[in-house]
């Protein structure tokens, strides 16, 4: 009876719990209540009369009867609802299937280590969510302390199977979950369960006890030895320091350009001292980024920030290096383009050296051109080397550097108008052959002779030593007179005026004038000087001697020579020297010319020239 009773039971729970009709659930619960009261009776009334007792065996074959039509009634439903959860099912592995191809999954990473990956939802959470719980939920397990990893067990139910540590709810699997994983769901609990038991125990190791005494004892021995290497690179500075000292009396010795003396040891012990300095520095900053990391990895939840740490050296360290061996091609491209212009610029100069010694002649090329053609010519190419290696440089694509060549163009272009028409200015000089270096020349009131020639000026040395600084654009617009070129060329003229009176013969004066000239130094005899009448005025006429000279830088002294040999001349040869606007009245008054001639009986004065002939005067410089 009591077997009945509870395969009714049974049958009660299996239609309750697959959703069977009303009418269906009505039935078998009047079955059972009818059945009861039949065995009830039976108990109560088993002495009864016969009558009820066959009433009851019959009415107990024709529940026996409806049980088994029940029984296959409800085989028949659950037969149904099978073959639909296999259908559903099915459509579910088909569309798990399909977005296994595109859905990467939510990673569960516990202490840098990925356990496995969620990739459905589990009631409202999403994947995410659910990862973000079961790492918290792992991490949270593994640090404490008296941690048992073996007893991780799996709770299962109809829909979920749990990992549980003392009823504390670890990770959470789905059908789903199984389903993507290609899985029983039991199977796939007993996975991840291995998985976090792995996990736990390596977690446990590394937060046990023994382990933070570990990791205590080991942060404080690399603080001590952080501070012995500290104190033993301080000791060896200050040892070297002492010893660099000492060398000043004994190896080092004043380094000295010609007669300057650039460097005395002083200095030297100095310079070393500094740079043993920056060593020491170098070291203890080497040391840091060695310690600090190292403390910062002995500790679980620091040990991020020694990686961090370490970046900030490393990657810079690695994109330099990284920069450098992309940056060799370029490199050398550099060095085939600087050695090219090396060897082309020194041909230039070969053959500019070769054209201005004269060896070389090139047609109508003068030899004087030859140097500051070469100059030219070498700006050029290495303007030209300039603009080949500019798209080489190290970061000539970036728009700061573009910027900044930009900003210098314009700088150098607002600003250099001026600077520009001096080379211009210069450049044409040059060819036009005005004047050399050497030249005497006249520039307006500026006389004296050229010392130097730049790009940009020209500087004059005046016969008083001065220099005078003069813009090539200013030579441009005003008139120069070059001696230097006419003396080599044609012979420089100089000239000088008397004024005799018209009572003296004017051929006597000729004679004196031209030997006075043939007598002075610097004066060439070939072409002979002459004489021109340049005025005939009321009270005189006015006599020009002019004299050939080859030396231009030497017009000074020549001319104070001409001037005190005509005088001379003109004293022996008894014909006064008046001036332009003096009447002389010949009323017993006496001459002016000296009666008693010095120059035999008295050494010269200053200003004075004793000899006539040219062999007496002493030679003249610049």
Same mark, same amino acid.
């Given at each position: 009876?009591?077997? *009945?009773?509870? /395969?009714?039971?049974?049958?009660?729970?299996?239609?309750?719990?697959?959703?069977?009709?009303? !009418?269906?659930?009505?039935?078998?619960?009047?079955?059972?209540?009818?059945?009861?009261?039949? $065995?009830?009776?039976?108990?109560?009334?088993?002495?009864?009369?016969?009558?009820?007792?066959?009433?009851?065996?019959?009415?107990?074959?024709?529940?026996?009867?409806?049980?088994?039509?029940?029984?296959? +009634?409800?085989?028949?439903?659950?037969?149904?609802?099978?073959?639909?959860?296999?259908?559903?099912?099915? %459509?579910?592995?088909?569309?798990?299937?399909?977005?296994?191809?595109?859905?990467?999954?939510? @990673?569960?990473?516990?202490?840098?280590?990925?356990?496995?990956?969620?990739?459905?939802?589990?009631?409202?959470?999403?994947?995410?969510?659910?990862?973000?719980?079961?790492?918290?939920?792992? +991490?949270?397990?593994?640090?404490?302390?008296?941690?048992?990893?073996?007893?991780?067990?799996?709770?299962?139910?109809?829909?979920?199977?749990?990992?549980?540590?003392? *009823?504390?709810?670890?990770?959470?699997?789905?059908?789903?979950?199984?389903?993507?994983?290609?899985?029983?769901?039991?199977?796939?609990?007993?996975?991840?369960?291995?998985?976090?038991?792995?996990?736990?125990?390596?977690?446990?190791?590394?937060?046990?006890?023994? %382990?933070?005494?570990?990791?205590?004892?080991?942060?404080?021995? /690399?603080?001590?030895?952080?501070?012995?290497?500290?104190?033993?690179?301080?000791?060896?500075?200050?040892?070297?320091?002492?010893?660099?000292?000492?060398?000043?009396?004994?190896?080092?010795?004043? &380094?000295?350009?010609?007669?300057?003396?650039?460097?005395?040891?002083?200095?030297?012990?100095?310079?070393?001292?500094?740079?043993?300095?920056?060593?020491?520095?170098?070291?203890?900053?080497? !040391?840091?980024?060695?310690?600090?990391?190292?403390?910062?990895?002995?500790?679980? *939840?620091?040990?991020?920030?020694?990686?961090?740490?370490?970046?900030?050296?490393?990657? @810079?360290?690695?994109?330099?290096?990284?920069?450098?061996?992309?940056?060799?091609?370029?490199?050398?491209?550099?060095?085939?383009?600087?050695?090219?212009?090396?060897?082309?610029?020194?041909?230039?100069?070969?053959?500019?050296?070769?054209?201005?010694?004269?060896?070389?002649?090139?047609?109508?090329?003068?030899?004087?051109?030859?140097?500051?053609?070469?100059?030219?010519?070498?700006?050029? =190419?290495?303007?030209?080397?300039?603009?080949?290696?500019?798209?080489?440089?190290?970061?000539?694509?970036?728009?700061?550097? !573009?910027?900044?060549?930009?900003?210098?163009?314009?700088?150098?272009?607002?600003?250099?108008?001026?600077?520009?028409?001096?080379?211009?200015?210069?450049?044409?000089?040059?060819?036009?052959?005005?004047?050399?270096?050497?030249?005497?020349?006249?520039?307006?009131?500026?006389?004296?002779?050229?010392?130097?020639?730049?790009?940009?000026?020209?500087?004059?040395?005046? @016969?008083?030593?001065?220099?005078?600084?003069?813009?090539?654009?200013?030579?441009?617009?005003?008139?120069?007179?070059?001696?230097?070129?006419?003396?080599?060329?044609?012979?420089?003229?100089?000239?000088? $005026?008397?004024?005799?009176?018209?009572?003296?013969?004017?051929?006597?004066?000729?004679?004196?004038?031209?030997?006075?000239?043939?007598?002075?130094?610097?004066?060439? %005899?070939?072409?002979?000087?002459?004489?021109?009448?340049?005025?005939?005025?009321? &009270?005189?006429?006015?006599?020009?001697?002019?004299?050939?000279?080859?030396?231009?830088?030497?017009? @000074?002294?020549?001319?104070?020579? =001409?001037?005190?040999?005509?005088?001379?001349?003109?004293?022996?040869?008894?014909? $006064?020297?008046?001036?332009?606007?003096? %009447?002389?009245?010949?009323?017993?008054?006496?001459?002016?010319?000296?009666?008693?001639?010095?120059?035999?009986?008295?050494?010269?004065?200053?200003?004075?020239?004793?000899?006539?002939?040219?062999?007496?005067?002493?030679?003249?410089?610049?």
């Amino acid at each position: 009876m009591i077997k *009945k009773y509870l /395969v009714s039971l049974f049958v009660l729970f299996c239609v309750g719990s697959i959703g069977l009709s009303a !009418q269906l659930i009505k039935d078998v619960r009047d079955f059972l209540t009818d059945s009861l009261n039949v $065995e009830t009776k039976q108990s109560v009334h088993a002495d009864s009369d016969s009558i009820n007792k066959v009433e009851m065996q019959r009415q107990l074959q024709a529940a026996q009867v409806n049980e088994a039509n029940m029984k296959l +009634e409800i085989q028949n439903l659950r037969m149904q609802l099978i073959s639909g959860d296999s259908l559903k099912r099915s %459509q579910q592995q088909h569309i798990i299937d399909s977005l296994r191809k595109v859905s990467k999954g939510i @990673p569960v990473v516990v202490s840098g280590d990925t356990l496995f990956m969620i990739y459905s939802r589990n009631g409202s959470l999403t994947p995410v969510e659910r990862a973000q719980i079961d790492m918290h939920a792992i +991490e949270e397990l593994g640090k404490k302390m008296q941690l048992r990893p073996d007893s991780v067990y799996i709770e299962n139910t109809d829909d979920v199977s749990d990992l549980m540590y003392k *009823k504390k709810i670890i990770v959470s699997i789905t059908n789903n979950d199984a389903m993507w994983m290609n899985k029983s769901r039991e199977q796939l609990a007993e996975d991840y369960r291995t998985i976090v038991v792995a996990k736990l125990v390596k977690m446990h190791r590394q937060h046990s006890f023994w %382990q933070w005494v570990k990791r205590i004892s080991l942060f404080l021995l /690399v603080i001590v030895g952080q501070y012995i290497l500290f104190r033993l690179t301080k000791w060896l500075y200050l040892k070297a320091k002492v010893r660099i000292a000492k060398l000043k009396d004994t190896k080092l010795k004043a &380094f000295s350009v010609q007669d300057y003396e650039l460097l005395d040891t002083e200095k030297q012990v100095k310079i070393i001292i500094f740079f043993a300095d920056v060593v020491r520095w170098i070291l203890v900053i080497i !040391q840091l980024l060695i310690s600090i990391p190292l403390i910062f990895s002995i500790f679980p *939840k620091t040990k991020k920030f020694a990686f961090t740490i370490l970046s900030y050296v490393w990657e @810079p360290i690695k994109d330099i290096a990284r920069a450098v061996v992309d940056y060799i091609p370029n490199l050398f491209t550099i060095f085939i383009i600087w050695f090219a212009v090396k060897y082309l610029v020194k041909l230039v100069r070969y053959l500019a050296t070769e054209v201005d010694s004269g060896r070389l002649r090139l047609g109508s090329f003068y030899a004087d051109w030859a140097m500051p053609t070469y100059h030219i010519a070498r700006f050029l =190419l290495y303007a030209f080397m300039i603009a080949m290696i500019y798209p080489y440089l190290p970061g000539s694509k970036s728009g700061v550097f !573009q910027g900044i060549s930009v900003f210098i163009g314009l700088i150098v272009s607002l600003g250099s108008s001026t600077v520009i028409g001096n080379i211009i200015a210069g450049l044409v000089i040059t060819y036009m052959r005005s004047f050399n270096v050497g030249d005497r020349i006249k520039l307006n009131d500026t006389v004296g002779n050229v010392i130097e020639k730049t790009p940009l000026v020209t500087r004059v040395k005046t @016969p008083k030593n001065e220099i005078v600084t003069i813009p090539n654009s200013f030579m441009m617009s005003t008139q120069t007179v070059n001696f230097s070129n006419s003396a080599r060329e044609y012979g420089l003229i100089i000239h000088s $005026e008397v004024t005799i009176g018209y009572d003296a013969p004017w051929r006597k004066v000729h004679q004196l004038l031209i030997d006075a000239a043939l007598d002075t130094p610097g004066v060439l %005899q070939d072409p002979k000087p002459f004489v021109l009448e340049t005025s005939l005025s009321d &009270f005189y006429p006015v006599y020009q001697i002019n004299a050939y000279i080859k030396e231009a830088d030497k017009m @000074p002294r020549i001319y104070s020579a =001409l001037h005190q040999n005509i005088q001379d001349h003109f004293n022996a040869g008894g014909v $006064e020297i008046l001036s332009p606007h003096y %009447q002389a009245y010949r009323d017993g008054n006496e001459t002016t010319i000296p009666k008693d001639d010095l120059r035999n009986t008295m050494a010269p004065s200053a200003g004075q020239s004793a000899p006539v002939k040219p062999a007496d005067y002493p030679p003249f410089d610049k």
